[in-house]
């Protein structure tokens, strides 16, 4: 494996193929401002303040950004992020079908110096998948110690990463009055539990999908108003990517 020098890399994306990090230029990280995401006061809030905690040394949680597609959570990560990465975060980000790789990866990061967040954009699984138990290994750990300088951030748009089937809740048993779930039901919650903090995601209002509309240089008219928003319907729905998207559709004026 390619050892980076982390002092002047910031971020860098995993290339299983080769076996390698590879560095991202400065010119081309991609680190939204914080305050063009609209809507999402809360989660921004949040995650700030757990990626802040790691970055000082501080107890924090690994993130499950989970919810409506289209709605912020990757551009949350990417955002917070840049704010951090001047007091020392560095970003890892890998694919969800890499993540056999991801021990091998935590054994290249765990000694250095600095404190990474390694990133897993739209993550989900299939029951039985090597990735989860990978996956897992590095969350909590086996007989090592999970590093202590690495913290998970992931996206999904289920909230326990995995299907969630009625075969699965008709296994569960009710005992003298307790409700015990079946083995397909915990495996699942089994994942999803080991994240401490979990962020919900839902789509916009209309006059919070209007604002990003007019925060992409939209000048909002009435018919710019209307166009909008039927954009969004025959896009299945408000959301920040409709609303970036509708902005890239109209002509510079």
Request: charged share 25%; glycine share 8%; proline share 5%.
């Amino acid at each position: 494996m390619t050892r980076l020098d982390w002092s002047a890399t910031h971020a860098a994306l995993w290339r299983a193929r080769r076996q390698v990090l590879k560095a991202v230029a400065e010119a081309d990280l991609d680190t939204p401002p914080l305050e063009a995401l609209l809507g999402i006061e809360r989660q921004k809030a949040a995650l700030l303040d757990n990626l802040r905690r790691f970055t000082r040394g501080q107890p924090a949680n690994h993130a499950l950004l989970w919810g409506a597609r289209g709605c912020g959570k990757s551009s949350l990560v990417k955002a917070a992020f840049g704010v951090l990465r001047h007091e020392g975060l560095r970003l890892v980000q890998i694919d969800k079908e890499d993540l056999l790789d991801l021990p091998d990866l935590a054994d290249e990061l765990r000694h250095q110096p600095h404190r990474f967040l390694v990133f897993c954009d739209d993550l989900s699984f299939q029951p039985g998948e090597p990735a989860f138990r990978a996956l897992k290994t590095v969350l909590d750990g086996s007989i090592e110690r999970p590093p202590e300088n690495i913290l998970l951030a992931a996206t999904s748009n289920r909230r326990h990463l995995v299907p969630e089937r009625m075969a699965d809740n008709l296994a569960a048993t009710h005992v003298e009055g307790e409700l015990h779930l079946g083995d397909a039901s915990e495996e699942q919650l089994a994942l999803a539990d080991r994240f401490g903090l979990w962020l919900s995601f839902y789509p916009p209002d209309q006059d919070t999908f209007l604002a990003m509309v007019a925060g992409r240089g939209v000048q909002l008219d009435e018919q710019a108003r209307l166009e909008a928003i039927r954009f969004a319907t025959t896009r299945g729905g408000r959301s920040g990517r409709a609303a970036r998207q509708f902005g890239q559709s109209r002509s510079p004026d």
